[in-house]
């Protein structure tokens, strides 16, 4: 098969979907690889690293488009991306259709097939393709975070692990996955007060564990009030799997929040799980409102495109190599993972949420 590789042009989204490595095993599988030029760049990797594995390299997102079947891409497509499909590819990236009516709409008009990372399940009904990601935003949300407590950035002024003579910042996770799971940790290691909420008893169990410094309660919506209106900073890390996020924290929540106090929505790709959320990129990554300073980008593991490119890569190499085969739609895990097949919703749970 014919498999392509553009260039990412979401704002400052520096990841590429295969490493030049991934690109060899392919084509030792007797595939072909196209690669768009400087798809690698800000992931560390030139067009000659791609060509040493024996990758043809596309002059353009055109040529790219017009000579492969299999799009192998990070995040959805854009108007840039949309104006090249046709109804014969097959894409591969992540989509996250429940919170955009509009591009699953589009997608369905050119009448491609399109599976979607974030839906892709295991033996177990977890989202392998989800996961690093997950962990990669998750710690992000902590380092980010941390930065805009600080003054000159709007913030409370607050050094989350406090230190002798001074308070402790408080982190509010929402949700125990390897999100919450991985912010919960660091914000543990840094030394603040950390409170995570969910209704998994194992998730809770786990992060109970890991530090007595993170409380571990149950999801009950007046212990959420309490615990966010003494929040210094705010993590959303709730998933419904191929579902528009549930709105846990309300506006009338957020108004109960110190000035100077952050807000990272993880779940912003899904619609968000904070009220007052809206998308963001990293050109324009905050916003205030009711003197909280939120964010709320869509594409957060795009501050680190050489890790999380290694990372989604590695994940998602050996489900890109079953596509290039005949049968693949046969399959438990990547049935989950079509989204949209000859122009058609075909996932219950996205058919749930675009309802």
């Not at 409370?156 to 929402?174: C, E, F, K, N, P």
Request: net charge neutral; hydrophobic share 40%; proline share 5%.
């Amino acid at each position: 098969m014919k498999i392509g590789v553009p260039k990412e042009i979401k704002t400052l989204e520096g990841r590429v979907g295969l490493i030049p490595a991934a690109c060899a095993d392919l084509i030792k599988q007797g595939n072909d690889v196209w690669v768009q030029t400087g798809a690698g760049v800000l992931s560390g990797y030139t067009d000659d690293d791609y060509r040493a594995q024996g990758v043809h390299i596309a002059v353009d997102a055109a040529s790219l488009y017009g000579q492969t079947q299999l799009i192998v891409k990070v995040k959805e497509p854009l108007k840039g991306d949309l104006q090249h499909l046709r109804k014969d590819h097959l894409m591969f990236c992540y989509l996250h259709l429940a919170a955009n009516v509009e591009l699953a709409k589009q997608l369905c008009q050119i009448g491609l097939t399109a599976v979607a990372f974030e839906t892709v399940t295991d033996q177990h009904g977890h989202l392998p393709l989800l996961a690093p990601m997950s962990d990669i935003a998750g710690r992000l949300s902590i380092q980010i975070g941390t930065h805009l407590l600080h003054g000159p950035q709007g913030g409370r002024g607050i050094m989350l692990g406090g230190l002798t003579l001074a308070d402790r910042g408080r982190v509010v996770v929402l949700g125990a996955g390897r999100a919450g799971g991985a912010a919960a940790r660091l914000a543990s290691d840094l030394g603040a007060r950390v409170t995570v909420f969910d209704k998994n008893p194992a998730r809770l169990e786990a992060l109970h564990q890991y530090s007595p410094n993170i409380a571990a309660l149950y999801a009950y919506h007046h212990t959420i009030a309490e615990a966010v209106s003494k929040a210094d900073l705010l993590i959303g890390a709730v998933l419904l799997p191929g579902l528009h996020a549930p709105r846990i924290v309300t506006r009338d929540m957020v108004k109960t929040m110190q000035p100077g106090s952050v807000i990272i929505d993880i779940s912003v790709d899904q619609g968000g799980c904070v009220e007052t959320t809206r998308a963001t990129d990293y050109a324009n990554p905050t916003y205030v409102e009711y003197g909280v300073v939120h964010f709320g980008v869509t594409n957060m593991p795009g501050a680190v495109p050489r890790t999380s490119s290694q990372a989604l890569s590695a994940v998602i190499s050996p489900y890109v190599q079953r596509l290039a085969k005949p049968g693949w739609a046969l399959e438990k895990d990547l049935q989950d993972g079509i989204n949209i097949r000859d122009g058609k919703i075909d996932n219950p749970l996205i058919e749930q949420a675009l309802a």
